[in-house]
Structure formats: structure tokens, C-alpha cells
């Protein structure tokens, strides 16, 4: 929706537009919807696999797209997952742009929480870590609407708001020649994520909810792109520590399909993000 | 009664063609994909914001990895400029086995409804039956 913005919709019109667009949409599909039909192409070859395209803002799903499939099986208290405020006068920028991920993410959780001082709280220090990091200005409006939708309870609205603050976050690191941070905002906005989900999980166990931890592929990509960046910036104590975990990380949540992972296994993921997260966020990284 | 007036103008605007009149390929498919996308909102779907753009033709289709959660059902829409006629949307598993998926076409869009049994990766290919090279666009939504 981030289009409709820039062509002058406010985030009212935009969801009028939305449903207009869907109700009609909707006939369309109604009229010409098909029975589910079983697949009868021919398997992908491991070269397809391979070389299939994998890009951060598609491959890599959202938190909110995890918090989804965690809210079917059960109610979540989500305000047990908010942390402390973290610290946001960092000084290493590969530092700042893995705790701007994961204050994204827990824009998410104050989101799910419905905590609206929570989610206000969080929108200014976002603001405040984007500052250092040349973002800010691009994503000014972000930070009042997130403020004007919490104090109006706008929860569907938030959540399209979290998405696009980290959108435009990283189109602004394009622009600035940053694209290593938006890697590093990704990678944030993940750990945080999976310390959360098993540390939820950790406390209310079910084979069904452990299942959700299997994430190899986004880990393994992960993985690659910390490995691809810079040697400066893979030096960069922050990253150090991010390098020394992921690999740990990596097996905890690379299980087979059919095989969740114990609770013991979940408990031993969440002291490895939970740890992780915590190293990132104290002072004096660099 | 202004906000009806406006409801309706943006609607008219959406069945009468693109939003806004762009000369680039990008917004055009973008847009396209949109108008698919916007039907599964009314059942609850969000729409992911991020997307994949690129340029098929007949015979090279292109492949996508996404990440997905059992539980969550999934939509993906794809929209294109209009050299194309004809296009479809295939999913398959890590292995790179085909899955069964709710299809949907109608002149150079469609989409593919899909509830994964399990969480992890799958991939996404983007075919084109009928018509010329063209730019296309792919979303998802989710609940």
C-alpha cells in the first residue's frame, strides 16, 4: 500500500480503496473460481531449486506472518513477550541496524499485545535508532501514524504500518548505499521473532506450535548473507556474536518435517536467541 | 455520504483501469497483481507488502523461494502488462515435488490459494502460457 501512499491516499482511503477493490475482485473470482485440482506439472530439477530467486522483502516473512499461525493454536498473552526498553545510543551501525530489526519486531508483539503505550514507546525509539542511521527522515510519517493508530486502537492498521516502517527503512539503506544494514534489520527482526515464538513456546508446549520453529531455509539465507558482507563489518563485535550463534541456531531450527523438536530442544533455541538478543543490545558493541 | 462518493470514485478508478497513469511496466503489473490480491482482503487476508517483479516469456518461466507456516492459509496473485494472455502460478514443496493448489486465471493474472501441512521453505513458479514477453508482478496474502 505504500504506493497508494505516495500517490496521495492517507491509510483511511487506502483501506476504503482496498475493499472496493476486493468486493470487486471477489465477483471476478467468484464467477470463475475453479474446484482445487491436484498439481500435474512436472517436479522442479534440483538446478530450478538452486537457482530460484530468494529475496529479503519475499522469501523472508514477516513476524506478524509467525504471530498468525501461533494465534490458531491458542491465545497467546502476548504482553508476556514484550521486553525491557533496550538501550538506543549505540555505537557501531551494523549494532544499531540489528536492534532497529528487532524493535520492528517487537512493534509486532505490542501489536498482538494491544498495548498501545507499548507500541508509541517502541515508534520513538525506532525513530531514534533510524536517526544515526541516516533513515530517519524517510520514515517520519511512519512514526506519527504510529502513534495516531495506537492511540486510536488501529490494530489491523498497525501491523501494515511495522511492515512499511521496515519497507522504507530499507529502501532508504538502498538509497543510501546501506544495503548491508537491511540485511542486518532483517536478521534482527528474525532472532527477535524466534526468541519469542519459543520462548512462548518453551511455556506452553504442543508438537503442533514447535512445528512452526522449522526455518532452514530462512536461517541458511540468513547465514549467506552475514557471510557475503564486508569483512570490516563481519568484524564488528555485534556480528561476531551474531556469527558465533547462528550456526547453533541454525540446527535448532532445521529439524525434519515430521519431527518436532522436544521441549527441551525449543527451551535450548530460546536461550540461544534469548542470549543473542540480549548480547546485541547492551552498550559498547563495537 | 463524501466518503461513499469517494469509496465509489476509487472504485470506478480500479474497474476502469490503472490507478494512475504510469509509463513504467513495474507499476502496471504491480497494480494488476493488486486487483487480484484485493479480493482475498474481504476474507481476512493481508496482503504481504513486499513483492517480486521480473520478466517472463513463454517456455522461461521463473521460480521464487518463500517460506511459509503450516496453519497459515496463502494466496498468491500475480499480475502483468498486458503482452501477456495467459499466465500461472505452480507451487511446490523443498524437494521440488508439485502441490495441489486452488487455481485462478483471467487474462494475464491469476492466483494460487495454498494451506501448507508444514512450515518451511516452498517455491513459487511463474509461468506464461500464451502471449508476449511481458513484466510481472508477485504478491501473497496471508492469514
Request: with cysteine; charged share 25%.
Amino acid at each position: 500500500m505504500t504506493f497508494l501512499r505516495r500517490v496521495g491516499y492517507g491509510p483511511r482511503m487506502i483501506r476504503n480503496f482496498r475493499m472496493l477493490a476486493g468486493w470487486a475482485a471477489a465477483l471476478v473470482l467468484c464467477a470463475t473460481a475453479r474446484a482445487q485440482t491436484a498439481a500435474d506439472s512436472a517436479p522442479l530439477t534440483s538446478q530450478e531449486m538452486t537457482s530460484a530467486a530468494k529475496i529479503d522483502s519475499f522469501s523472508i516473512p514477516t513476524p506478524a506472518e509467525l504471530m498468525a499461525a501461533l494465534n490458531k493454536l491458542g491465545k497467546p498473552d502476548w504482553s508476556d513477550e514484550i521486553r525491557p526498553p533496550i538501550a538506543t545510543n549505540l555505537s557501531s551501525r551494523a549494532q544499531m541496524a540489528l536492534n532497529l530489526g528487532g524493535l520492528i519486531a517487537d512493534g509486532y508483539i505490542a501489536v498482538e499485545a494491544e498495548d498501545a503505550q507499548q507500541v508509541k514507546n517502541i515508534g520513538k525509539d525506532i525513530m531514534t535508532l533510524a536517526k544515526p542511521l541516516g533513515v530517519q527522515q524517510d520514515i517520519l510519517n511512519r512514526g506519527k501514524s504510529l502513534t495516531e493508530f495506537a492511540e486510536h486502537g488501529e490494530w489491523i492498521a498497525l501491523k501494515e504500518e511495522f511492515e512499511s516502517t521496515q519497507n522504507e527503512v530499507k529502501k532508504a539503506m538502498i538509497e543510501n548505499k546501506d544495503q548491508d544494514l537491511v540485511t542486518l534489520v532483517t536478521l534482527g527482526g528474525w532472532i527477535r521473532g524466534t526468541e519469542v515464538i519459543s520462548d512462548y513456546l518453551s511455556k506452553h508446549y504442543t508438537e503442533a506450535g514447535a512445528k512452526l520453529l522449522r526455518q532452514p531455509a530462512i536461517v541458511r539465507f540468513l547465514s549467506d548473507k552475514v557471510m557475503n558482507l564486508p569483512e570490516k563489518m563481519r568484524d564488528d563485535q555485534a556480528l561476531k556474536k551474531v556469527r558465533s550463534k547462528l550456526a547453533d541456531i541454525e540446527t535448532s531450527v532445521s529439524f525434519p518435517r515430521d519431527h518436532p523438536p522436544t521441549v527441551e530442544a525449543v527451551k535450548t533455541l530460546n536461550t540461544l536467541t534469548s542470549d543473542l538478543m540480549n548480547e546485541l543490545a547492551k552498550k559498547g558493541g563495537k | 455520504m463524501k466518503r461513499e462518493l469517494l469509496i465509489f470514485t476509487l472504485g470506478a478508478a480500479v474497474l476502469s483501469g490503472p490507478l494512475c497513469a504510469e509509463t513504467n511496466d513495474e507499476p502496471t503489473a504491480r497494480n494488476a497483481a493488486y486487483s487480484v490480491a484485493g479480493a482475498f482482503t474481504n476474507d481476512g487476508f493481508s496482503i504481504r507488502e513486499g513483492h517480486w517483479t521480473g520478466r517472463i516469456e513463454v517456455g522461461k518461466p521463473k521460480i521464487v523461494q518463500v517460506n511459509l507456516y503450516a496453519g497459515n492459509q496463502y494466496w498468491f496473485s500475480i499480475g502483468t502488462t498486458p503482452a501477456a494472455k495467459k499466465v500461472s502460478l505452480s507451487i511446490y514443496d523443498e524437494t521440488g515435488k508439485p502441490l495441489p493448489s486452488e487455481p485462478y486465471a483471467d487474462n494475464g493474472k491469476a492466483a494460487a490459494g495454498f494451506s501448507p501441512e508444514a512450515s518451511g521453505p516452498y517455491f513459487v513458479k511463474v509461468d506464461e502460457t500464451e502471449g508476449d514477453p511481458c513484466t510481472f508482478c508477485l504478491l501473497y496474502s496471508y492469514k
